[in-house]
């Protein structure tokens, strides 16, 4: 499942989605340090200029201690002849993912972190929108252990950061590096897989992400998951090799909202995210150049509607940023928040015009619908 695609962040990089590979894969192992590895943590902690020996020997016991608390929560999913990483989400069995590693498949095969027996598992529910999806296991074995969430809003750039999961389908493996940005706005390819959601706030992380890394913990020194190992950015012009060190996260916060409503209600209502209520396309000038996101319908009531847009305006703008395809005007809505009110360019019969428009909570996951 590795297809180019685009970040708003990083114009110069396409994007991969680490969920699924081959369980059969025998390439190496990411380039960052790996637990249990012969070049771990220690040796990077003691060689960095001037450390201590004693401070070094504290560092890899943190990096020990939060290993032995949270892997027994990272597992590996394995559905046909693909696999990615899930995070136990509570005791009775529900265990949280990304929507791109269950794909549209229902029944699943789950190890866990300190087991090599296999464990059966069915979908509870998906919302691509957010990438996100909860799977139950159907015999949850005593002494399932639950992650801890940390508070998203006390992620700080330059945090340590332990990634876990079963990259190249190496369950149990462990990489570590920081929080190099937050709240990153970031649209993933669009593949079999995946719809290409596009996806804000989101976390930005020099651990190495990689295929079947998706899904799996992104985890502080505190033990607490802080978000879900979701996409690597990859270099274009090296056909698609991996970027180091540029790995994104879906944050906690996003986590926790949407797996509590696919397990209490099997849907989403509440998404958290910003939108305007209309089904679009992207529109095309006389040059067949894509010129903005044209309205196909408005929902009644909602908020595009009640700032009087119609069916056959076309979006250029939202706010100060330039809207030139439905892509363009998704990834706007991602980094806006429901409630709040911006200013719609538009235009009509040839003319410009603008609309103050109070934005609505995205609901459904129907594509085309922002």
């Given amino acids: 499942m590795l297809a180019p695609g685009a970040v708003a962040v990083v114009t110069a990089l396409a994007l991969a989605l680490a969920g699924c590979n081959s369980s059969t894969s025998s390439s ?14 220690t040796k990077q902690a003691s060689s960095a200029p001037g450390t201590q020996p004693g401070s070094a020997n504290q560092l890899q016991d ?23 990483s899930g995070i136990v989400y509570d005791d009775k069995g529900d265990i949280v993912t990304n929507a791109h590693v269950v794909g549209s498949a229902t029944t699943f095969t ?10 059966d598992a069915t979908l509870v529910a998906s919302y691509p929108d957010s990438d996100l999806a909860v799977i139950k296991l159907g015999s949850p074995p005593s002494g399932l252990r639950p992650a801890t969430f940390g508070d998203s809003g006390k992620v700080q750039l330059g945090q340590i950061t332990l990634a876990m999961g079963s990259p190249l389908g190496l369950s149990g493996s462990v990489t570590q590096g920081i929080v190099s940005a937050t709240g990153r706005t970031v649209s993933e390819p669009r593949n079999a897989g995946s719809p290409g959601a596009t996806i804000g706030n989101m ?7 990689n295929p079947g890394n998706s899904g799996g913990a992104l985890v502080n020194l505190d033990s607490q998951v802080i978000g879900i190992n979701t996409l690597a950015a990859t270099e274009p012009q090296t056909n698609g090799a991996a970027a180091p060190g540029i790995g994104f996260a879906i944050p906690a916060s996003t986590i926790t909202n949407i797996a509590d409503q696919l397990i209490k209600q099997g ?18 000038d006389q040059q067949f150049q894509p010129a903005g996101a044209v309205i196909v319908a408005v929902s009644q009531g909602g908020p595009a509607a009640s700032a009087g847009l119609q069916p056959g305006d076309v979006i250029t703008k939202i706010g100060d940023t330039p809207v030139d395809s439905l892509n363009a005007l998704t990834t706007a809505l991602a980094s806006l928040t429901p409630g709040s009110k911006v200013t719609v360019t538009y235009t009509r019969d040839g003319n410009s015009r603008t609309a103050d428009v109070t934005l609505g909570t995205l609901e459904s996951s129907s594509q085309g619908t922002p």
Avoid: E, H, W
């Fill in 28 to 41: 190496s192992a990411a380039a960052s340090p790996t637990a249990g590895s012969p070049s771990g943590t």
């Fill in 62 to 84: 943190a990096y020990q201690k939060v290993i032995g608390d949270v892997l027994p929560s990272v597992v590996q999913i394995t559905t046909g002849d693909s696999l990615g």
């Fill in 110 to 119: 789950v190890t866990l972190a300190n087991t090599t027996k296999s464990l």
């Fill in 203 to 209: 976390v930005q992380t020099s651990a190495a992400i």
């Fill in 267 to 284: 849907k989403v209502t509440n998404s958290g995210r910003a939108a305007l209520g209309i089904t679009a396309r992207t529109s095309f």
